[in-house]
């Protein structure tokens, strides 16, 4: 059982200590449409939005260092609502993710359980279940997750497919962190992991190495910039693929190496599924538990690819 208490979340036996600072009334959750605050604690602010119970809700969490209100996040909740007519709920715990990774990540887990009472909350006043999580409860989607602090741990701290019924995830910086300065995991924590570009060197993403080490200050704000182009590909990818349903095809493969040497083409019988927006769309066709899934995108703005049609040599393999 989670239970929130104020400034602190108690989980089995390990309790986390809250920023000073962070909110203990929870994060702050906003319905897009107009942007309306909503509060776990308190339905009638979902009875003065515009929620819609007979529609899907998509959660958009942002992660560390990042705010509710980034433009990444807003666009893709535009994107969102051009291809379906969904409720979008944003999350912004920039009070508890502006600060050092380590404390970030003790606070992220209290963002989860405030997250945890809305659902509660909407279950239990609106007999509500159609729910689509985008980071990281029928579907949950895990945008580049990070390795420290959650790799080892208990699975109900880290992601795992036991998260939802269907969880996938987009690794775009999963090299490893010595030598090749990679933060985030390269492991398979869902249901259907996808590695773009193979998992590690985003195309068109490159920056030189001596300088990314300078801007390394401790894994508090300066880490920014070293991690930006490769992990804010994972969002890129999303938002990009709600508005190309047959633009990511990914395979199915065991590694970059054997990707690379064209071992894995073409779909099996089932097809192919799309990284991205539509991949629950594929969860039915398959009947392993976990999968890797191996693709090649775009170097530009237009990271859709209708085709394949050549592959990279990776210098790092996963």
Not at 115 to 126: F, G, K, T
Not at 210 to 223: I, K, N, P, W, Y
Request: glycine share 8%.
């Amino acid at each position: 059982m989670v239970q929130v208490k104020a400034g602190s979340l108690e989980l089995g036996q390990e309790q986390v200590s809250c920023q000073e600072g962070f909110p203990s009334d929870g994060s702050a959750l906003a319905l897009f449409s107009g942007l309306l605050s909503l509060l776990p604690s308190d339905p009638s602010t979902v009875e003065a939005s515009n929620f819609q119970k007979d529609k899907k809700t998509r959660f958009i969490i942002q992660g560390f260092i990042d705010k509710g209100d980034e433009s990444w996040l807003l666009d893709m909740c535009k994107n969102m609502v051009k291809v379906q007519e969904v409720n979008r709920i944003c999350v912004d715990w920039k009070k508890g993710a502006q600060t050092t990774y380590m404390q970030a990540a003790n606070n992220v887990r209290v963002v989860g359980a405030q997250v945890a009472q809305m659902l509660s909350m909407l279950s239990v006043n609106y007999i509500y279940s159609q729910v689509y999580f985008l980071q990281h409860w029928p579907s949950l989607l895990g945008l580049d997750p990070v390795e420290a602090n959650f790799r080892g741990t208990l699975e109900e701290v880290q992601l795992h497919p036991s998260d939802a019924d269907f969880v996938d995830v987009i690794h775009t910086d999963a090299a490893p962190l010595t030598p090749f300065m990679g933060f985030r995991i390269n492991q398979r924590v869902g249901h259907f992991d996808f590695f773009p570009n193979g998992g590690e060197e985003m195309r068109g993403s490159k920056k030189n190495v001596l300088l990314q080490t300078v801007e390394l200050r401790g894994m508090g704000l300066g880490t920014r910039d070293f991690v930006a182009c490769k992990h804010l590909r994972s969002y890129k990818y999303y938002s990009e693929s709600i508005l190309n349903s047959d633009g990511f095809a990914a395979y199915p493969c065991d590694s970059c190496r054997t990707f690379d040497s064209n071992k894995c083409f073409p779909c099996p019988d089932a097809g192919c599924p799309q990284m991205g927006h539509y991949a629950d769309q594929f969860a039915s066709k398959t009947s392993e538990e976990q999968q890797k899934f191996f693709l090649n995108t775009g170097d530009s703005s237009s990271f859709a690819c209708k085709l394949h049609f050549d592959f990279p040599t990776h210098e790092n393999k996963v």
